[in-house]
């Protein structure tokens, strides 16, 4: 059965850091972009960031994150991860991960990627 997993989400202050996971179960990761977006109550959902599967290298980031946020992937474990760092308020939003054929992260309807996670809660506040 397929899964993705996120996890790592919490509560943190302003300036803190979190580690998001997001693992993948019933395909291999190293066959898919994996992006990641994150929703806040009353937003739309924003493309965060991605990384591309034929080139690890290849990863993108929105211009508010770019500098804080860090994408990464261990294919041995089946798993991407999402290194934040200076978290703002403004980042306080749920965030879910996703697998599918695109890494553009204006692109990001529940059909445009073959998997999707359920979430997880990011609040960042004092």
């Known amino acids: 059965q397929v899964h993705l997993v996120e996890s790592g989400g919490g509560l943190v202050q302003p300036g803190g850091s979190l580690t998001l996971s997001c693992a993948a179960s019933g395909f291999p990761i190293n066959r898919y972009n994996i992006a990641w977006f994150r929703q806040a109550p009353g937003k739309k959902r924003e493309g965060v960031s991605c990384?591309?599967?034929?080139?690890?290298?290849?990863?993108s980031y929105a211009t508010s994150v770019k500098g804080r946020f860090t994408i990464s992937r261990d294919n041995a474990k089946n798993t991407v991860f999402l290194q934040m760092n200076s978290l703002e308020p403004e980042d306080t939003a749920v965030y879910y991960c996703?697998?599918?054929?695109?890494?553009?992260?204006?692109?990001?309807?529940?059909?445009?990627?073959?998997?999707w996670g359920q979430g997880t809660q990011v609040t960042v506040s004092s």
């Open positions: 990384s591309d599967s034929s080139y690890d290298s290849i990863r």
């Open positions: 996703a697998a599918g054929p695109y890494c553009a992260l204006t692109i990001a309807g529940d059909d445009d990627y073959d998997y």
